[in-house]
DNA sequence: ACCCTTATTTTGAGTCGTTCACGATAACGT
DNA sequence: ACGTTATCGTGAACGACTCAAAATAAGGGT
């Protein structure tokens, strides 16, 4: 038994062919959108829906297996690190994504000044730049 | 003439009904998005398409006069205040947001330690939590 | 004050990403 | 092997937004 299959019956979820080769997709290609796994599997003979993949992606990421991320001009985009708590630069140019490990998770910009009677549950930080290919041409 | 023509003209953008009544309406209800504010002005009599509010947004957003904002489970929203880098707090139950003046504008968490060959150009934080109304409730 | 140019708005259609409903299928405990 | 029930497929639908081209109106020039 894999660890991916582990990971799966720990939620409570069955074992399933769609997946399990979802997950291999997302190891592949990290910061994936839907599409772009249902392309993937689709490649990999492992055909699924569209709305299959969504179903999945939605259920992992219910049961804690998957992270979504939603960046501004960008349809959602799903990772597997889910237990720390990193953050994202995106590419303004072609929309590439790296993680960011923040050194300082304690930084005084976590701790807003004024919550306007919020309670602060998590904070979530989006870095935009240009990626090294963008940067050259 | 007031404030909000001399803004317009200052841009080289023509001063129209729709994108006065529109910067009225915004200026009513901050963090607004294109639907919102479609329906405040046909309640005002100032009646424009849904897509002309599409047009108004994308022509203002462009010309710096007003600032997007597109936070995760919702439709894009809009403000006025453009001049200052704040953040966004956004409540989980009901999506209702308030402004954040973040104290630390060069905070260590705005310099990530490793950018994967990124350059940064910005860095957008946005909290996540329960606003006063939600908290009660 | 009136044209004329051209920015803006409208109308109408169309796209993309996602969600919903429900019957068909298959995982897995017994 | 069997039956229950989670999961998947099919098909329809949605919201937010974009595109294209014809109709309108802002505002500079005369």
Request: with cysteine; charged share 15%.
């Amino acid at each position: 038994m894999t660890t991916v299959e582990h990971q799966l019956r720990e939620a409570g979820l069955r074992v399933t062919a769609g997946r399990v080769a979802l997950l291999a997709a997302l190891g592949d290609a990290p910061h994936s959108d839907a599409g772009s796994l249902h392309r993937a599997l689709l490649a990999n003979d492992a055909g699924v829906s569209v709305q299959s993949v969504h179903n999945i992606l939605g259920d992992l990421t219910a049961a804690g297996i998957l992270r979504k991320i939603e960046p501004a001009n960008s349809a959602a985009l799903y990772e597997l690190r889910v237990d720390d708590n990193h953050h994202h630069i995106v590419c303004t140019s072609c929309g590439a994504v790296a993680d960011v490990d923040c050194v300082v998770g304690h930084a005084p910009c976590l701790s807003p000044s004024d919550t306007a009677g919020f309670t602060v549950a998590s904070a979530e930080v989006t870095f935009w730049g240009l990626c090294a290919a963008c940067q050259t041409a």
